[in-house]
């Protein structure tokens, strides 16, 4: 039982490596959370839920890494599977787009979409790089894992890791989960697996992330950005913003002119004559 304490920061841990694809993630999360789901759709065998969406705060990717070839006995490859889920970034993009101040960062610090201040405008489901928002169209909100902010308040811990009977989702306090995950990374190297990678454990992939993975490949297998193409959205860097100021400014120095010019010219006194008794003509 994890002792839940506001001011700390808290997260997941997912070892994709024991990760059996049960989707016991999902039913949990959806039933805890009220979601109803999407229609299923033909065709869309072992990974029914496609995505993550408005509907899917957890989705377990399925990923068949295995070649076409038969394998050899002993040489054989397993299938990728992953619970992926909001990562609640340290740099979060969404965060920073949001213009009513929907999207904060909460005492677990975790980020969290308050659904009455939401506008339904969708600028975060741009921003994000994970794509883990979603638009619900009856609500007329935005939506994504809340981490379970409700359970946490309330001394619980979130109903995905609760439910995982493998332990693939740890939850924790993020230095203690970072600690058991590089034990664990060091336990696979020394019997061979070296492939075995953690992902956004560090700050070296937006600033380190609140629910971070330990990968059986490259990222860009699990459609993940690895450390070099994770950058932030080029509205959320300094040089964008001071660019945009200068180019706003010349943008109404501009106006200004243009507008100057289409006045039209202002008709000139005619100058005054005057007699030769001194007086002005025409009174």
């Known amino acids: 039982m994890v002792e839940i304490t506001p001011g700390t920061a808290y997260g997941f841990f997912t070892d ?13 999360c959806k039933a805890w959370n009220e979601l109803p789901g999407n229609a299923p759709a033909f065709g869309d065998g072992y990974d029914n839920t496609g995505s993550l969406d408005s509907q899917n705060w957890r989705h377990v990717k399925l990923i068949d890494n295995v ?34 101040g929907a ?29 883990v928002i ?4 009856d609500k007329g909100v ?8 409700d359970r946490l308040q309330g001394g619980l811990e979130p109903a995905c890791a609760k439910a995982c009977p493998t332990q693939s989702i740890q939850f924790g306090p993020l230095e203690e989960l970072r600690q058991t995950a590089q034990k664990r990374v060091d336990a696979l190297h020394s019997t061979g697996v070296s492939q075995a990678q953690l992902y956004g454990a560090d700050d ?21 950005p690895n450390a070099k193409n994770a950058v932030l959205p080029s509205r959320n860097n300094a ?16 106006g200004l002119i243009a507008l100057r010019r289409r006045r039209p010219p202002t008709a000139e006194a005619a100058p005054m004559v005057t007699s030769p008794a001194g007086e002005a003509e025409g009174e």
């Open 142 to 149: 935005v939506q994504k894992c809340t981490l379970c902010y």
């Open 204 to 224: 070296s992939v937006y600033g380190g992330l609140n629910a971070f993975f330990l990968l059986m490949d490259e990222p860009e297998k699990y459609n993940l």
């Open 16 to 28: 994709t490596s024991v990760c059996i694809g049960c989707k016991a993630c999902e039913v949990a």
């Open 103 to 131: 999207i904060i960062r909460t005492e677990f610090d975790s980020v969290f979409i308050q659904p009455d201040v939401c506008n339904g405008c969708r600028d975060c489901i741009a921003a994000c790089p994970y794509d």
């Open 67 to 100: 070649p076409d070839d038969v394998a050899t006995p002993g040489q054989g490859k397993a299938w990728l599977m992953m619970s992926d889920v909001c990562k609640h970034c340290t740099h979060a993009s969404c965060l920073e787009v949001c213009p009513t």
């Open 134 to 137: 979603g638009f619900d169209r």
């Open 239 to 254: 040089r964008s913003y001071l660019t945009s100021l200068v180019t706003a400014a010349l943008a109404v120095l501009g």
